[in-house]
């Protein structure tokens, strides 16, 4: 069982917005600004599309953003295209001795 | 661009010790927080390991037994070490580069599948 806990499966249609959300702890999503979001597509490795909580890395898209509220985290793409479908895990700091927690994964299905 | 690559055997026996290496192309090995990080076929990705470049590591409590990440600047490399493998270790293991703040990944390598099987 993953510490962070997200939906399996989240879908929309081209043109439309997802949000896919991160539930933690007061231990790391909640403590601490440091969530981060990747995006993995089928056999390839992952690559970073948001870091501590809200920013995104020179070259992503800025249709992807990233928020957190309390203990949730949330990964929100909006204008979907059939490019973003695939699989998203979010990571949160989980201070000096969990040390970094994943989440179990949410995959996207563009309809 | 930095780029990161896994070598190592691909298939392992029970109860033996896994070993891979990672090898970093551009020499900033000598300025940042490298990791391993594993993900079952399937599923997740599970944290396993960090090691600085000054030789600190930490590791994740649940493999903590078993896990040794150690790193070599002079060749620009970093290893993996899992002793006591079981099935349940069959994963692409990918190592991957921290950010200067070691709170997220900026660069990962392609990744490696390891199986565990006699």
């Known amino acids: 069982q993953s510490a962070l806990t997200q939906p399996a499966s989240v879908s929309g249609s081209p043109g439309q917005s997802i949000t896919i959300s991160c539930i933690g702890t007061?231990?790391?999503?909640?403590?601490?600004?440091?969530v981060s979001w990747y995006q993995q597509h089928p056999g390839k490795a992952p690559e970073l599309v948001v870091f501590?909580?809200?920013k995104r890395p020179s070259g992503v898209s800025n249709r992807f953003s990233g928020s957190k509220s309390g203990n949730t985290a949330s990964l929100t793409i909006s204008g979907l295209q059939a490019t973003d479908e695939a699989d998203y895990f979010c990571?949160?700091?989980?201070?000096?001795?969990?040390?970094?927690?994943f989440g179990g994964g949410t995959t996207l299905t563009v309809l | 661009q930095v780029q990161l690559q896994e070598s190592g055997p691909g298939l392992v026996k029970p109860s033996e010790t896994l070993s891979l290496t990672c090898t970093v192309s551009?020499?900033?090995?000598?300025?940042?927080?490298w990791t391993w990080i594993r993900q079952p076929p399937g599923k997740g990705l599970e944290w396993i390991g960090y090691?600085?470049?000054?030789?600190?590591?930490n590791y994740n409590p649940s493999l903590k037994s078993r896990v040794t990440i150690s790193i070599n600047t002079s060749k620009n490399q970093f290893s993996l070490r899992l002793t006591s493998v079981t099935a349940a270790d069959t994963a692409v293991y990918y190592c991957?580069?921290?950010?200067?703040?070691?709170?997220?990944?900026?660069?990962w390598g392609q990744g490696t599948l390891v199986s565990v099987s006699a």
């Open positions: 991957a580069r921290l950010n200067n703040g070691g709170d997220y990944v900026d660069y």
């Open positions: 551009d020499g900033s090995i000598s300025r940042y927080y």
């Open positions: 090691v600085y470049y000054s030789g600190t590591t």
């Open positions: 007061s231990s790391d999503v909640g403590s601490y600004d440091l």
């Open positions: 501590e909580v809200n």
């Open positions: 990571c949160s700091y989980g201070g000096s001795r969990t040390y970094v927690v």
